[in-house]
């Protein structure tokens, strides 16, 4: 069986069972039945109960008056996120910064959570990362039909309609494309990440592996920034007037 995290144990303890029948109704067999939760997958349901909760704390505290420190947060999250947006989509990018806003805290808080003792970066494991590609594809996609109905589909024909035979077949690759590199992106610097601490602190585990931390961070700020600007780069190419 799979080394498991303290919550991870938990959550199989509690639910293995409910999840195993959940699994096998669907004709998928766990690999381990008796703790078919993953670690990955922990990790990602306490950062979305954590984020769940914090945005519930912050709907129901609102003010014009006298904002507290957890809204000033949120605001100045989306602020960055709607200016970002402003610049790449234009004047009607608000409609997109709440998905916008949502992924990148996702991302970041899994991220991020590696570096608490006993929890480990979900994005560390390639099925998340693919997960958060999946998700910008679809959206982006689904907001170009949104935008363009189905005129949307020019943008896979190219400039000249005796190119489309050609272009086509191209387009296609190079958004399929963008998944495999927002996703290798994100796992690989993840993973490297975590393993370069690990081994610090099991080699000297006071004092340096500190620095390592702080790059740790440095790290998971730098690829929710870029997996978050290349979203919305791609949202642009499917809402733009242009094409």
Not at 49 to 61: A, C, G, K, Q, T
Not at 137 to 161: D, E, N, R, T, V
Request: aromatic share 12%.
């Amino acid at each position: 069986m799979h080394e498991q995290l303290w919550f991870t144990a938990i959550l199989n303890r509690l639910f293995a069972g409910p999840v195993t029948s959940l699994l096998l109704a669907f004709h998928i067999k766990p690999k381990y039945p008796t703790a078919p939760i993953s670690n990955s997958l922990a990790m990602e349901l306490l950062v979305f109960s954590f984020l769940l909760i914090s945005f519930l704390l912050v709907r129901s505290r609102l003010s014009v008056d006298r904002p507290g420190a957890l809204q000033h947060a949120f605001e100045g999250v989306e602020g960055f996120i709607q200016n970002q947006s402003d610049e790449i989509i234009g004047h009607h990018s608000e409609a997109y910064t709440p998905f916008l806003a949502a992924l990148g805290l996702f991302i970041l808080f899994c991220n991020l959570i590696g570096v608490i003792p006993g929890f480990e970066s979900p994005t560390a494991v390639a099925v998340v990362p693919l997960g958060c590609a999946l998700c910008a594809f679809a959206y982006y996609h689904a907001q170009g039909f949104k935008h363009a109905g189905i005129g949307y589909l020019k943008h896979f024909a190219g400039p000249m309609p005796a190119l489309a035979p050609l272009m086509i077949p191209i387009e296609l690759i190079s958004h399929l494309a963008r998944v495999l590199s927002l996703t290798i992106r994100l796992f690989a610097n993840m993973f490297a990440g975590d393993m370069v601490t690990l081994v610090f602190f099991s080699l000297v585990p006071i004092g340096v592996p500190i620095v390592f931390l702080g790059l740790h961070v440095g790290v998971s700020l730098l690829q929710t920034y870029i997996f978050l600007l290349l979203t919305t780069v791609y949202l642009s190419g499917a809402v733009s007037e242009e094409h």
